[in-house]
DNA sequence: TTGTAAGCGTTATCAT
DNA sequence: ATGATAACGCTTACAA
């Protein structure tokens, strides 16, 4: 039945409802819409059948201009085609769905200045709240940035970034740092002693933390990193990345560490392209253990983020009426796999 | 600035705009949100400077209420966190953005039930469209899902599904079947003679038709499907379906087809956990060309869909104001990889 | 407990 | 070209 769009109104209406059932708009209203008032049980009844027979369905816009805001969260991430955000999300619609939120989503593109601009038209749908995924929190960007997200909060709006984030912002974190440094420790006690690090530029708080944790963890155990280079969080730049790195001399036993597991699959893959064996040959790491990390092979050395659960929570922080600061970090776990052997 | 709740309106509105502008209501709406009628240039100016000040954002709700429609596209998937429909979800997205749109989404988890509920529930947000990727389109579930699709086409929605759907319904296809024979004639020249299926349970057309059609190309090209394993979707049901045909005895040289990369991805770690090879000794292929399969060694042989432009073809076969159901089917390619070396 | 009616922020019709 | 003003579908004091 895809006839050329009828005149749009089909829809039984909370109207309709009401005088099919033979009861006011305002008590339609109370049975079918969470209220806490009380009506009788006939009543109640009455306009759940009509309701039912109508096939009503609230039009969520009306709802919301009445109350002021919607049933709906706002997910932005920067590609959603990524493992890493995909998780997240799908942490993030299994709490919504718990809380009868719906939810949008919204891709960065990793653009700050795009960032801006969809907060911006985000707004327009007076979301309960927004969860923002990878936002730069420092620089240029991040001010016109901020100034969306003080327009939304001044409105009611709740703002919960995921990662790093101003102070007086909800967020759910993780320990990069402490991650990293565990990791780089691990990887030390194991024997390696050199390390490249393929990050992502200066700045983005994320890869400064893994980074510093790193290491401070590898040097404490004995290693060096013997250089840092920078590319994007993205599997084709650390590809790229790892295949620059190959073309120089890069000694036997050497451990590049990605600073997440896109960019050290992409690692990976540019190793054996390159015709080298990961593992035996150079020993790769990674960051967040993104599930396809365990179908490569050899499967990959990482820090386990509970990705699903950090979506999940962040939906619940911005749930929360108020917001305590001082939450514990999630756990996270060393996770140690073939594509870094012991070295003897 | 999450302070307690404060006076709770506090965007500017239109109201706001027109008076701070001089204007009426009906010219600043003119002026700010798309509407083909004239207004003087120096009124425009003033309401732009006017909404620029205040910081105005159209209440995308309110707008809603009143043109009887939302810019919003639903998306349901079964599960984001996977790729196949990660990569989906980023095509719709993108075209969505294109078009001004909104996209909210909505996990199935492969539960019809749940589908249905869903459908009622995003109903009510009175979306331009709806895209269902992966849904029942026969059985009993379907009928029920098809109440409530038809309730949303009859109050002015469109709905688009991927992948096989009912004739009169905006669909985005592929031709599974002739891509599965295409693949089981490939393989078939590639040496291999016997296989074995791991595939969806019957009654899944995706399934039955990429079953049917590898069957077909592999039996013309000399092959036998020795046997039909039912597993589901997902990447642990291929794993497992694996791990079981592993315990009996599977000879060296079988291939083992995969109904979508994601199971055959599951089917090659399955392989390696119970130390055999991928390749040499037990083939795989899969169907879809996630990007993982890029990155496990060895690369999965597959069908190449092009999943983001299903989604983006998607979003524009929702948009398209007649819907011309002999569309032709995206191009299919069979890509061979390491998983399945030529056999000789 | 139930109903009346005044909003909510926009759009769109109809005069001017 | 502009401006009143009646919808849009729903919520929510405030009455009854």
Excluded: C
């Amino acid at each position: 039945m895809s006839q050329q769009s009828a005149p749009t109104r089909g829809a039984a209406t909370l109207h309709d409802v009401a005088r099919e059932a033979g009861v006011s708009l305002a008590t339609a209203s109370r049975v079918l819409n969470g209220s806490t008032r009380k009506v009788a049980e006939s009543y109640r009844e009455r306009v759940e059948a009509a309701a039912e027979k109508l096939g009503y369905t609230a039009n969520l816009s009306a709802q919301a201009t009445a109350r002021g805001t919607a049933a709906i969260v706002a997910l932005l991430v920067a590609d959603i085609a990524d493992p890493y955000f995909a998780q997240l999300a799908s942490g993030v619609a299994r709490g919504a769905d718990e809380a009868g939120l719906v939810v949008t989503i919204a891709i960065t593109e990793r653009d700050p200045q795009r960032e801006v601009r969809l907060v911006r038209a985000l707004r327009g749908q007076r979301p309960r709240g927004l969860i923002l995924a990878a936002s730069r929190t420092e620089g240029a960007d991040a001010v016109g940035l901020q100034n969306e997200l003080d327009a939304f909060t001044a409105m009611g709006g709740r703002v919960v970034m995921l990662g790093p984030s101003p102070a007086d912002t909800r967020s759910v974190a993780i320990d990069n740092r402490s991650g990293a440094a565990a990791l780089g420790a691990e990887l030390g006690g194991l024997g390696y002693r050199d390390a490249v690090v393929v990050a992502a530029s200066e700045g983005i708080r994320t890869s400064d933390d893994r980074l510093a944790g790193f290491t401070e963890g590898f040097t404490a155990a004995g290693g060096t990193v013997r250089e840092v280079r920078r590319a994007g969080f993205t599997r084709d730049a650390g590809y790229a990345a790892a295949q620059d790195l190959l073309a120089g001399d890069l000694p036997a036993g050497t451990l590049i560490f990605g600073i997440s597991d896109v960019v050290a699959i992409g690692i990976m893959s540019a190793i054996r392209d390159a015709g080298r064996h990961v593992g035996a040959d150079v020993a790769v790491a990674g960051f967040d253990d993104i599930s396809t990390g365990r179908d490569v092979r050899p499967g990959l050395t990482t820090v386990r983020v509970p990705l699903e659960d950090l979506g999940y929570r962040a939906l619940h922080a911005m749930l929360e009426p108020e917001w305590d600061a001082t939450q514990p970090s999630l756990p996270l776990e060393v996770i140690v796999r073939g594509s870094t052997p012991p070295r003897t």
